[in-house]
């Protein structure tokens, strides 16, 4: 397979849209902020949610050759009014999260690409998300790809 290098913020987006595309129980996939999401065209449920909250470059003994970046993620989905399909949505979701840590941990695409995921994860569960019948989980993933010191091909002026 052909390498690709995640340099950017959109790249890294670009593989959460990729998966959820080819997953078959996500039906809808949205990035940005809360706010943008809740006001933004109507999610089809079950929907996949992604939202950059922070970025690094840590400093090592290589210098500064990984960046990672903080994306907090939700599967959501309808509930019935009287909550009775509650714990099937939960477990479902749960399942959709796994799944997706397993593509990134495991598929050879993200291997060959020096793509990773840092860190231990913690799910949290989410009750009536977006003031509507909505529940599901959260999960911060911290994705670590390769920095390959390079200029990024901004225009720049000779020193």
Known sequence: M????????????????SVASRHLQINDFQSGQDSEVEGSKALVYPALL???TAARIPKTDNGHSMFSVDFNV????????????????????????????????????????EFDIENSLS????????????????????IQSPNRNTFCGAPMENL
Do not use: C
């Open 2 to 17: 052909a390498q690709t290098e995640f340099r950017t913020l959109n790249n890294l987006v670009a593989v959460f849209d």
């Open 50 to 52: 992604v939202q950059p």
């Open 74 to 113: 939700e599967i959501v989905d309808l509930v019935h009014k009287d909550n009775s399909n509650e714990f099937e949505v939960l477990s479902d979701g749960l399942e959709v999260l796994k799944d997706i840590v397993a593509e990134f941990q495991n598929h050879e695409y993200y291997q060959d690409n």
């Open 123 to 142: 799910f949290t569960p989410i009750h009536d998300k977006y003031g509507s019948e909505v529940s599901g989980w959260e999960v911060t993933i911290t």
